[in-house]
């Protein structure tokens, strides 16, 4: 087997999780569900597939030093900073050419910092035979998950989920991309699923280093030119510079739009691992327990004739009376107050704060 890489991408602020995820302690940092941070369960549930020396991180400056102190087993020198966040084609580019000096032929896995699975050795499973299909095929590879619900906040992926003879790993469960879709409107998102052959796009990618980087210079040919101009700087003093001035010129473009919807054969690998990418306060409410009311409480809080909500308390006492169907959240310095299904509007709140320059509570 071929020497294995994980990227994890953690350089979001995640403004949909306000007023708990700030710059300077972002989503991923966070203990959201569960008794450790997003980052903390991402690494710990790869651990049994990849070597600590084997992992890499992309962020920014702002959040590396509380990263390193999360993640002491991973080297220092493997968390590498970006100047300013232009979406995940240039995050993964650049990764790509610190493995590539690793191992020319390694295979990098690429997740997100913030997702969950809750069957975790099916998810170690997929992981193990997407790496070999990757390693073996050249090909791009990506894990789609079984949709549960006409969901309009994912993309999409076809499949071709009939063995037409061209697909040498169909029977152990790997499938042709058919097309990916972006996210739909709510009656499409309804034929999706009704359909039986379209995955929810999970972001997770697998691949060799090799294979993604001539993808990028193939098509995203001015990116992959000041990637190069990157390649040559590592290790010498202009570094940062060099760094600084390409990702001033990069389009911020998505992997997906940039490099997946254009290459030629992609494989994708169902995941039925419990996946959830925790988009929102809304996602966190829905995979939270409940008590007998339908109501998801975090800290001290007193609710009365209170149905179907959330509380996270923090340090303080919130109370609640007749209410229903609310997300309220509570910090030192502020307090959010949702209705359900209105929390990916949360960002609406941050991008009012940076307006006013209220940078303190950002």
């Known amino acids: 087997m071929p020497n294995v890489y994980a990227v994890i991408m953690a350089g979001g602020v995640g403004t949909r999780f306000w007023p708990r995820s700030r710059e300077k302690s972002p989503k991923q940092l966070l203990e959201i569900v569960g008794k450790k941070s997003m980052i903390q369960n991402t690494v710990s549930r790869i651990s049994d597939l990849i070597d600590p020396k084997n992992i890499m991180i992309v962020t920014n400056k702002i959040q590396k030093l509380s990263i390193a102190k999360q993640l002491p087993n991973v080297p220092e020198e493997n968390i590498i900073t970006e100047p300013i966040g232009r979406n995940t084609a240039p995050c993964i580019g650049l990764a790509g050419l610190f493995v590539r000096r690793m191992d020319p032929e390694a295979v990098m896995v690429v997740l997100p910092a913030d997702h969950i699975m809750h ?185 009365h004739n209170t149905k179907n909500s959330m509380v996270y308390a923090g340090s303080k006492i919130v109370a609640t009376v007749g209410v229903q169907d609310l997300i309220i959240i509570a910090t030192d310095d502020a307090v959010l107050v949702c209705k359900q299904g209105e929390s990916q509007e949360v960002k609406e709140v941050v991008d009012y704060l940076r307006r006013k320059q209220k940078n303190d509570y950002l």
Do not use: C
């Open 119 to 303: 069957d975790e050795e099916e998810f170690r499973r997929v992981l193990r035979l997407a790496t070999w299909v990757a390693y073996e095929s050249g090909k791009l590879v990506t894990v789609g998950i079984q949709p549960t619900r006409p969901e309009t906040g994912y993309g999409y992926i076809q499949v071709v989920d009939e063995d037409d003879g061209k697909n040498p790993y169909f029977k152990k469960g790997v499938y042709k991309v058919k097309t990916f879709a972006e996210k739909p409107n709510a009656e499409t998102a309804k034929v999706f699923l009704q359909s039986g052959d379209f995955l929810w796009n999970s972001g997770m990618f697998i691949w060799r280093v090799d294979t993604i980087l001539k993808e990028i210079e193939t098509h995203i040919p001015e990116m992959y030119a000041e990637l190069m101009k990157i390649d040559e700087a590592i290790g010498h003093k202009n570094y940062d510079n060099i760094v600084e001035t390409t990702y001033k010129i990069i389009r911020g473009i998505s992997i997906d739009y940039g490099v997946m919807e254009k290459a030629k054969e992609v494989y994708v690998l169902k995941g039925n691992f419990g996946w959830s990418d925790v988009g929102s306060w809304d996602e966190v409410y829905r995979i939270s327990g409940k008590d007998e009311n339908g109501n998801s409480i975090t800290g001290q809080a007193f609710l």
